[in-house]
């Protein structure tokens, strides 16, 4: 395994990301603990040392089942990180209940690393209001040793990024962002990174893969990158992408079982960072798929506490893409499953959009889909 050196630790450079653990029967609520707990030992016993949930992750159930999971191993054998959960103004006035609760759910008495969770346009007024009192209570709990490493994720504009570090820079000592070779453009991930190397600030990555997106690529795009290493797969593409941005330290994949585990451990045993032409070739691809690209969705379920009318929104989605893609190559289009809130639900409140990392147009998905399945 590779470690990275961040201050006085070191740390692995593959985390385990906590919000795409195996499921029973389809649902994201229901953590396959038997799988999730082989899952753990596995990356312990092969250089893992870093593992990430969050509040809201499988409908709250993450921070549970790692709690669970790493309540077999010392504890300082591992580093634990979790996120304050900026979703709503009732949690914005709770920090102080969330965080302990949180505590109490993972099963340790302190974090190694603790985020301001999704900073974006939606929220970052609120992470700055003192009235909310979020930053004097996460620095206190800093100061009494029950967060070790302070930092933020960033889902928002650099005009919001900027925003955030203008207020609480001095005291962010790291900074999580969506960073993929799609996404380099995409969500302006190069202006961050710059940002970021510039204020000395390490870099986390998520959604290494784009939530699978890049995890299988077409043919005539991997005819292309096997000309140039033929003996990596389109994962690994990704991840030695990664290794060739300079300042990033930590990459979380949300790992969904021993398959996709095994594969990124194994690519995680040394570093091989692309040379200029594979970059410039990837980079080449990366604009291809962007120009061909359906609704971006990583199924992350931010949206979800947000709509009113309780739709599957990632589900609608992936139904909304998976008939485009269906009518393009001839074959029979995929029908809405019993039991999903059809489209027509949707009133056009346009909250979930505020809460999309990905900025989608959901309120315009909805009523295209719904026209969508009325053709047969």
Not at 239 to 245: A, D, G, N
Not at 268 to 275: G, T
Not at 309 to 319: E, N, R
Request: charged share 25%; glycine share 6%.
């Amino acid at each position: 395994m590779i470690y990275k050196t961040f201050q006085d630790k070191k740390l692995s450079a593959l985390g385990l990301g906590t919000m795409r653990l195996p499921v029973v029967d389809g649902d994201n609520a229901k953590i396959d603990m038997a799988q999730t707990k082989q899952m753990v030992a596995y990356a312990m016993a092969n250089g893992i040392n870093y593992y990430d949930t969050a509040w809201g992750y499988h409908r709250g159930n993450s921070e549970l089942a790692i709690g669970e999971a790493l309540a077999d191993y010392p504890r300082d054998s591992f580093y634990l990180a979790t996120k304050f959960p900026g979703f709503s103004e009732y949690n914005m006035t709770h920090v102080e209940e969330i965080f302990e609760k949180q505590l109490e759910k993972c099963r340790v008495e302190y974090f190694d690393f603790y985020l301001f969770h999704c900073v974006c346009e939606d929220n970052v007024d609120g992470y700055l209001n003192p009235a909310y009192g979020i930053h004097a209570y996460l620095m206190e709990q800093k100061r009494r040793g029950r967060i070790r490493h302070l930092g933020f994720s960033i889902h928002g504009s650099m005009e919001t990024m900027k925003k955030f570090l203008s207020a609480y820079g001095k005291d962010i000592e790291f900074c999580q962002i969506q960073l993929n070779y799609l996404d380099w453009e995409l969500q302006d991930a190069k202006a961050k990174v710059a940002l970021l190397n510039e204020m000395n600030i390490p870099i986390w990555v998520m959604e290494p893969v784009r939530g699978g997106r890049l995890a299988k690529l077409e043919d005539g795009y991997m005819e292309r990158l096997s000309l140039l290493r033929p003996e990596i797969d389109a994962p690994e593409w990704a991840f030695r992408y990664l290794q060739s941005v300079p300042g990033v330290v930590m990459t979380l994949s949300g790992m969904s079982n021993m398959e996709q585990l095994a594969a990124n451990i194994a690519t995680y045993q040394e570093e091989k960072p692309l040379i200029a032409r594979e970059n410039e070739v990837l980079m080449e691809i990366a604009e291809d798929m962007r120009g061909r690209m359906d609704v971006p969705c990583t199924a992350c379920e931010y949206c979800l506490p947000k709509c009113p009318m309780g739709l599957s929104i990632p589900v609608l989605i992936k139904l909304y893409n998976d008939r485009r893609k269906a009518a393009k190559e001839g074959n029979p289009l995929p029908e809405l499953e019993e039991g999903t809130l059809p489209p027509e639900q949707c009133v056009g409140c346009r909250s979930c959009e505020r809460a999309c990392p990905q900025g989608i147009a959901i309120s315009e998905v909805m009523p295209k889909l719904a026209i969508n399945l009325s053709r047969k």
